[in-house]
C-alpha cells in the first residue's frame, strides 16, 4: 500500500475507473488518433492491434492493484510469455462515435479503449490481432434502438470485418491455433463470421481452440448444445473443454420482455440473422464454472491512470451462476460479500433492457482468461 493509500481513496478513483469503462461502451471517449495506417476501404486491412503493431493496445501494461473484500490491497505484474503458441482474433464491441451509419477504418480513442479494456489481459495467454471493421456506429444503432440495423449496413460492417480476417488468415496464422473473442455488436458479426468461415470449414474449425461470444445472444436448439448459431461447434460443457463456446448476456435478474439480450429473435440476435423465437434457446454458459453452478467472479477494470497501476481487480466480489426463465437465458451477477465490503459494485448504466452489458466482459475477465489458458492446454494435449 503507498503512503496515504486508504480504503476510501481506492473507492472514489475506481468508481471513476467504472464511469470511464461506461463512457468508452457509450461512445464519450474523443478525439481520432493516428494508428499510422491510413483508413480507406474494406479490402486493406488497418490493424488496431496486431504483434509489433506501435503502441498496440492490446499490448499495454498488465500490471494491476488488487484490492480485497478487507481493503488490503497488493500489486501484481504478470508477464506475458514472449512467443505464445496461440492467437486470439478479437473484434470489438459499438464505440464510434461517427456520424455516419458505418464507421470509417481510422482507429480512435474509443478503439483503442476498447481493445485494452477487453482484449490486452488476453495477451497472458495469445497473440492478440483486431482489424478495424466498417461497424454500425453509436449514431447508426441509435436510429434503430431495436438492434435490427439495415441489411446493407450490417453487410458492409461483415464484409470489412471478413477482409480482415481473410488477410489474417493469409498473412499471420500460418496454421496457428485461434481464440476468437467478440463483444455486443462485436459478438454478433462474429457469430456471422464463424458460421461461414469456421463452422462448416473443418480445416479452420480444428484450428478453432475457443469463442468466447458475449452479449450477442449465441443461441442452440432448445435442450441442446449445437443447432441454432451454429452446427458443428458446439457449447463449452465442462471446465478445460477447446473447440468450443462461451456465451452468456448478463443481468442482476430475470431479463424484462423488452430486453435486448438473452432473448432469442429480438435485439442483438437480430444483427446475426437469427429472428427465431421457438424451438431455439439463448445461450449461457458460466465462465467461472462452465460445467454448471454458482462461482466467484474475478473482475478487472481499467483504472485509467486513477490509481497506482492501469488495472485494479476485485477478487471475490461478485458471484454468478447462468438461470433460465420465462423464455430467458442469461447470467446472474451478485454481489458475493457482506456489507463490510466496500467495495463498489456495477449497476445497469443503460436500463434494464440492457443489464450489465457494458461490464459483462470485464466482470469476469480474469476467469475468461484462465478458461482460454485451460482451453489452450486441451486443445494442445489433443493435437
Not at 462461451?246 to 429480438?266: D, E, N
Amino acid at each position: 500500500m503507498q503512503p496515504g493509500y486508504s480504503c476510501a481513496r481506492s473507492r472514489s478513483w475506481i468508481l471513476l475507473a467504472l464511469l470511464v469503462l461506461a463512457s468508452v461502451a457509450t461512445g464519450a471517449a474523443g478525439a481520432t488518433t493516428s494508428s499510422g495506417q491510413a483508413g480507406g476501404n474494406a479490402s486493406s486491412t488497418v490493424w488496431l492491434c496486431r504483434p509489433g503493431l506501435p503502441n498496440d493496445p492490446c499490448a499495454s501494461s498488465l500490471a494491476t492493484t488488487q484490492i480485497q473484500a478487507s481493503g488490503k490491497t497488493s500489486i501484481v505484474n504478470p508477464t506475458p510469455p514472449a512467443s505464445p503458441r496461440f492467437d486470439c482474433f478479437y473484434v470489438y464491441p459499438t464505440v464510434s462515435r461517427q456520424l455516419t451509419a458505418n464507421s470509417n477504418l481510422v482507429v480512435q480513442k474509443t478503439e483503442r479503449a476498447a481493445a485494452m479494456a477487453q482484449a490486452a489481459r488476453f495477451s497472458q495467454v495469445c497473440r492478440v490481432f483486431a482489424p478495424m471493421y466498417r461497424q454500425v456506429t453509436l449514431a447508426g444503432l441509435a436510429a434503430h434502438p431495436t438492434l435490427a440495423v439495415p441489411a446493407a449496413e450490417a453487410a458492409t460492417a461483415y464484409d470489412s470485418l471478413r477482409s480482415g480476417f481473410d488477410d489474417y488468415l493469409t498473412q499471420y496464422n500460418g496454421g496457428r491455433p485461434v481464440v476468437f473473442i467478440g463483444h455486443s455488436q462485436g459478438a454478433a458479426i462474429l457469430i456471422n463470421l464463424l458460421q461461414r468461415m469456421v463452422d462448416g470449414n473443418a480445416a479452420v474449425r480444428r484450428r478453432l481452440v475457443l469463442a468466447i461470444i458475449l452479449g450477442g445472444d449465441v443461441e442452440v436448439r432448445t435442450g441442446s448444445l449445437t443447432g441454432g448459431s451454429f452446427n458443428q461447434i458446439p457449447v463449452c460443457s465442462r471446465p478445460g473443454e477447446s473447440g468450443c463456446v462461451i456465451a452468456y448476456s448478463s443481468f442482476p435478474g430475470k431479463p424484462p420482455a423488452s430486453s435486448l439480450f438473452g432473448r432469442p429473435g429480438q435485439g442483438v440476435a437480430l444483427q446475426s440473422d437469427e429472428e427465431a423465437t421457438k424451438g431455439v434457446q439463448v445461450v449461457c454458459v458460466n465462465p467461472a464454472a462452465i460445467g454448471g453452478g454458482s462461482a466467484d467472479l474475478d473482475a478487472y477494470f481499467p483504472s485509467e491512470g486513477a490509481a497506482p497501476t492501469p488495472w485494479v481487480e476485485f477478487p471475490g466480489l461478485y458471484s454468478a451462476r447462468c438461470e433460465t426463465a420465462g423464455g430467458a437465458a442469461w447470467l446472474q451477477v451478485q454481489k458475493a460479500t457482506g456489507s463490510t465490503d466496500a467495495r463498489p459494485v456495477v449497476s445497469e448504466t443503460d436500463g434494464p433492457d440492457w443489464g450489465y452489458h457494458t461490464f459483462e466482459v470485464n466482470l469476469a475477465l480474469g476467469n475468461l482468461v484462465a478458461d482460454v489458458a485451460a482451453a489452450e492446454k486441451s486443445w494442445a494435449a489433443a493435437h
